[in-house]
């Protein structure tokens, strides 16, 4: 159960490439903590002079100031966007031997059988858990959502297990167990098919708008020079359309996205909106 690399890893190619690119050195600075905050927060708090950016992720950049007022930032007002990576969507499995062929048919059952039927994942607040209660918000469900704080390996064994009948996560944690022929994905939680995935159909097509994944993006301090961000998104475009960070991409199941400007804010703010609904959601239901 190899689990899906972080796309934060790419920070590695991408400084690669940009020193390829601008003709300057790039040096990675890791700092972990506090949710992806401590990081997050460091670059939006640096000098707008274009030497400091930073791999953000819609947790750390859009909920987390939902949830912990008083980061610093609140919304995609307080930063800038350079360029988005890309997206790793949420899958929705079962096992092998459910009953349920369809995302349809486990909706069906699911409001017959309110908060008897359990979904894992990896754990509270991660994105598979928010998915969970976007999908009970959308479909009128009440699927228990249970979080395990061992990650989705620990939630994956638990369906295994038959402690849950479901489990919401990433398709690269999955991916093993469904080629050996014990999991089945009922629904990827996106409006297009998933290469990892291509023969499971999407929340989208089975008629529920539910598509909250894991996204992340490249972003600068806010009060950048246009110029200055005009030649970043320049070169964070060239970094993550090159061959290597494709390939890393792909082998982890990432969706690859490099929108800039105007519409990475836009989407920005139009998830940060769903999320807050989101959050409003879970805590009517507690």
Not at 187 to 193: D, H, K, Q, Y
Not at 225 to 252: G, H
């Amino acid at each position: 159960m190899r689990p899906a690399a972080p796309l934060t890893r790419s920070a590695a190619p991408i400084a690669r490439n940009s020193k390829k690119i601008l003709g300057v050195t790039t040096v990675v600075e890791n700092r972990p903590g506090g949710s992806a905050t401590i990081g997050t927060g460091a670059v939006i708090r640096a000098r707008p002079d274009g030497y400091t950016i930073g791999l953000g992720s819609n947790s750390s950049m859009l909920l987390q100031p939902l949830v912990n007022p008083g980061l610093g930032w609140s919304t995609a007002e307080d930063f800038t966007s350079v360029v988005k990576l890309g997206d790793l969507p949420c899958v929705l499995a079962v096992r092998a031997d459910a009953p349920w062929r369809t995302l349809a048919e486990f909706i069906e059952h699911a409001r017959a059988n309110p908060r008897r039927v359990r979904a894992s994942n990896s754990g509270l607040r991660t994105t598979p858990d928010l998915a969970t209660h976007q999908l009970n918000r959308k479909a009128g469900t009440q699927i228990v959502s249970v979080p395990f704080t061992g990650g989705g390996g620990e939630a994956l064994l638990a369906l295994l297990g038959g402690r849950v009948e479901a489990t919401v996560g990433f398709g690269p944690t999955t991916k093993g167990q469904v080629e050996a022929g014990k999991v089945r994905i009922l629904a990827v939680f996106a409006r297009e098919r998933y290469e990892l995935f291509p023969d499971a159909a999407t929340t989208v097509e089975s008629g529920f708008d539910v598509t909250l994944p894991t996204s992340y993006y490249v972003i600068a301090p806010k009060g950048l020079a246009p110029e200055v961000l005009a030649r970043l998104t320049e070169a964070s475009v060239q970094a993550v359309t090159q061959p290597d960070f494709i390939s890393f991409a792909k082998a982890n199941g990432y969706i690859l996205n490099p929108i800039t400007g105007d519409a990475v804010k836009a989407e920005l703010t139009e998830m940060q909106a769903e999320l807050r609904e989101v959050l409003a959601f879970v805590q009517q239901r507690s």
